[in-house]
């Protein structure tokens, strides 16, 4: 399957690309869609389609310069331009920038189809050329590239000659120029012992390398990539290093099986000191090896800037309770989420209310309790209602004190965790939850303007934000707004459109499209589906 991302500031030209192509059917999936060039930038980054099909004239942002943005950053990413009758001066341009196709508007799903399939066909065969491993073989055993990797080796060892550096630079094409410095290293490895499959995504990275933006890379061995990135200033220098390594997991993880663990080492000023940055990076590998193989993430990104300190942190929270897990960092919308999870459950075994009732809630107010506990507090002091029998039995009842108790006991656990939760993963998180709650209504909310929020760049928050959370940024601001949607439809006598803007959507179709696809019903069917007769209670 091919992942399709489309762009187009007509919303009848949106409709018709999601809802008059038979995606499935032709092998592909519609990963999203944005009005403008600008808003689309930040989405693509997060979902990392293999396709985008963008209009050539927009606001903000146009097509063409969505489409070089997109090369530079995402250089695997394939484009189709659609272009009006009088823009062909825009055709001829996009062209030059490396566009795989043009429709002109207005065109037929047939036609869309068509160009669909002929650029997956390339995609394919690119895949296929570019992890050859023989031609990796020969290009790492060519002259020049040993010349190189021997000079870039002994540089983060420390064994190169300080005062010949700019000269070897100069010779090999290399320039090191910069105020500051990080060195990354990805490991790359098969989950079931497949060497030909690493070899291919390590050659598949190879090809990729190049692109990467203000680095400089090298195999230290076969499975092993080392980059030194520069930056003018240190948030350059994070917003390259992070979107690398979100790149690199990307390429690693499209052959099957495969795996990457990024180290991040520590930022220096010198090239003298790429070493120690090396160094830490190699450290972080080292110790992080049993992390990655008991972890079902396929790409994983440490950064040493980011290790927890030894003050009392979120982070240390390593509990096989999966619910106490999920408390680290839930906001106040994940309360219905959770609650409406149990609800489902017991649903789903009509006839057991109290008995499934009793033991949901049990199970929590356990979850909050080691919670609690592990940010040092006592649960039978700060609330010891929760845990009295009667608490429990006056909770299964009927369904309204049943989520009215659930709720207490999160309110209760967030807030505790809130008021004792310090550290940089923590308070970025809760941060971004907390702008994502009283922004959600906003179209405009994006993975830009929630890591400025939480005074990050872009790339470094979203990697933070979905290896703690479990889920994309995107995924869980699409989520926040169905949750609130739901609870819309259940509360309220909106209409559907009324209901799309009040959570963030600014097209009702795109809205009911992607309720749909996240609940499994229209908007509709879910109201009725909520009616008492339904509820098997």
């Not at 007509?10 to 409709?15: A, C, G, M, Y």
């Not at 032709?26 to 600008?38: H, T």
């Not at 989520?403 to 008021?419: G, I, P, W, Y």
């Not at 890591?451 to 872009?458: D, G, I, K, V, Y």
Request: glycine residues 4%; proline residues 3%.
């Amino acid at each position: 399957m091919y992942s399709v991302f489309a762009v187009d500031d007509e919303p009848i030209v949106l409709e018709g690309i999601r809802s008059k192509i038979d995606w499935e059917a032709n092998g592909f999936v519609f990963a999203g869609e944005a009005a403008d060039g600008e808003i689309a930038l930040s989405m693509i980054h997060e979902l990392k389609p293999d396709i985008l099909i963008t209009d050539i004239k927009m606001p903000f942002m146009d097509g063409l310069q969505l489409a070089t943005a997109i090369k530079r950053a995402q250089p695997w990413i394939k484009i189709i331009i659609l272009s009006g009758h009088n823009e062909f001066d825009y055709a001829k341009k996009a062209i030059s920038i490396g566009i795989e196709d043009y429709l002109l508007k207005p065109f037929t799903p047939e036609e869309l189809t068509e160009s669909l399939n002929k650029v997956a066909k390339r995609i394919n065969s690119e895949r296929k050329q570019l992890s050859d491993i023989t031609k990796l073989k020969e290009e790492l055993k060519s002259s020049e590239m040993l010349k190189k990797k021997e000079f870039l080796n002994n540089l983060v060892h420390g064994s190169e000659d300080m005062s010949k550096v700019m000269d070897n630079c100069g010779e090999l094409g290399i320039n090191l120029i910069s105020r500051f410095y990080k060195v990354l290293i990805s490991r790359i490895d098969s989950q079931n012992g497949n060497i030909q499959k690493q070899q291919e995504a390590c050659s598949l990275l190879n090809s990729y390398s190049s692109a990467i933006n203000e680095a400089v890379s090298f195999f230290h061995h076969s499975n092993l990539l080392v980059c030194i990135f520069k930056g003018s200033t240190q948030e350059e220098l994070d917003d390259n290093t992070f979107h690398a390594a979100e790149t690199i997991g990307h390429i690693v993880t499209k052959n099957e099986g495969c795996t990457v663990l990024t180290a991040i080492g520590k930022t220096v000023e010198h090239l003298s000191q790429l070493k120690t940055s090396y160094e830490d990076a190699k450290h972080i590998l080292e110790v992080s090896g049993s992390a990655k193989q008991n972890s079902e993430n396929q790409n994983i990104i440490i950064s040493s800037d980011d290790l927890p300190s030894n003050n009392l942190n979120l982070l240390e929270l390593k509990e096989n309770d999966p619910l106490v897990d999920r408390l680290k960092y839930a906001g106040k919308n994940d309360i219905n989420v959770i609650i409406d999870e149990s609800m489902t459950l017991i649903r789903n075994n009509p006839g057991q209310f109290s008995v499934f009732a009793s033991y949901l809630l049990v199970d929590l107010i356990f979850a909050v309790s080691k919670l609690v506990e592990k940010l040092g507090g006592d649960i039978k002091v700060l609330n010891p209602e929760i845990l009295q029998r009667s608490f429990v039995d006056n909770a299964v009842q009927n369904e309204e004190d049943f989520r009215n108790k659930m709720t207490q006991v999160l309110n209760f656990a967030l807030e505790f965790r809130d008021s004792k939760v310090t550290g940089k993963y923590a308070d970025v998180i809760l941060k971004a939850k907390k702008y994502i709650e009283e922004n959600y209504q906003d179209p405009n909310t994006t993975l830009t303007t929630v890591a400025q929020a939480a005074c990050l760049s872009p790339n470094h928050f979203s990697t933070i934000f979905s290896q703690e959370c479990n889920t994309t940024f995107i995924e869980y601001l699409t989520n926040v707004r169905i949750e609130n949607a739901k609870r819309l439809i259940r509360e309220t006598e909106l209409k559907g459109y009324d209901i799309a803007y009040e959570c963030g959507f600014s097209d009702p179709h795109y809205f009911s499209y992607i309720f749909k696809k996240n609940t499994g019903l229209t908007p509709r069917e879910y109201k009725l589906s909520q009616s008492p007769s339904t509820t098997g209670l």
